[in-house]
Structure formats: structure tokens, C-alpha cells
């Protein structure tokens, strides 16, 4: 069984930075194409960033311009978001997803999901 656990969200302040972290079980880590996704209310889940299998190339949403930054460690099953910078613009519920495949930007490229882990970011 797949299991996807975030952790790492919280209130910080606009300029302020976080860092969550998607601890991966039941799959083959260096297999799975990891994306970042989030939703804030009222809004459609809209695509992060990926680290994709195997090469472990990734890719970013042109609005997070530089201040975000995604990372695996194989060792521990975990993919990390780096966020700086933060506006209050990133305030949403966050996504991690894994995906067999090498497609990235969309969710139904992939098969599991995370339960989601709030950021809020204050003016």
C-alpha cells in the first residue's frame, strides 16, 4: 500500500521561508516521478513542481520564479519543497503525488496523494 505523508506546513510571515517534506512508502522511490501540487479555497489544484524518475530532473511553475526547490533523498524515500521568499499569494493547502509515469504538470498524471499540509502565509 502507498502511503504519502507530508509534514512541514505552518503560518509564516510574507518574506519567510518553510520547508515540507513527503515521506513515501509502499513504492519504488527512484521509480516515481514526485510533484508538488496545491489548492487554496476556491481554486483548482494547480501544479508546483516534479522531480522526475530516474533522472531526477525537475521542474517548476513559471509563478514560483526562483523561490522554490524541490529535492529527493532516495536514502529516506522523502522529496522536499524548499520555499522562500513566501507571499501571501502561496497561502494554499499542499500537495505531495507520486506518479509511475514521467508526465509532471498535471494531476491526473498521477496515482497517489498525500493528505495535504496547510501553509499560510501572512501579510
Known amino acids: 500500500q502507498v502511503q504519502l505523508v507530508e509534514s512541514g506546513g505552518g503560518l509564516v510571515e510574507a518574506g519567510g521561508s518553510l520547508r515540507l517534506s513527503c515521506a513515501a512508502s509502499?513504492?519504488?522511490?527512484?521509480?516515481?516521478?514526485m510533484g508538488w501540487f496545491r489548492q487554496a479555497p476556491g481554486k483548482e489544484r494547480e501544479f508546483v513542481g516534479a522531480v522526475v524518475r530516474w533522472s531526477g530532473r525537475t521542474y517548476y511553475a513559471d509563478f514560483v520564479k526562483g523561490r522554490f526547490t524541490i529535492s529527493r533523498d532516495s536514502a529516506k524515500n522523502t522529496v522536499y519543497l524548499e520555499m522562500n521568499s513566501l507571499s501571501p499569494w502561496d497561502t494554499a493547502v499542499y500537495y505531495c503525488?507520486?506518479?509511475?509515469?514521467?508526465?509532471?504538470?498535471?494531476?491526473?498524471?498521477?496515482?497517489?496523494w498525500g493528505q495535504g499540509t496547510q501553509v499560510t502565509v501572512s501579510s
Open positions: 503525488a507520486a506518479s509511475t509515469g514521467d508526465a509532471y504538470d498535471l494531476p491526473t498524471f498521477y496515482n497517489y
Open positions: 509502499g513504492l519504488a522511490f527512484s521509480s516515481a516521478t
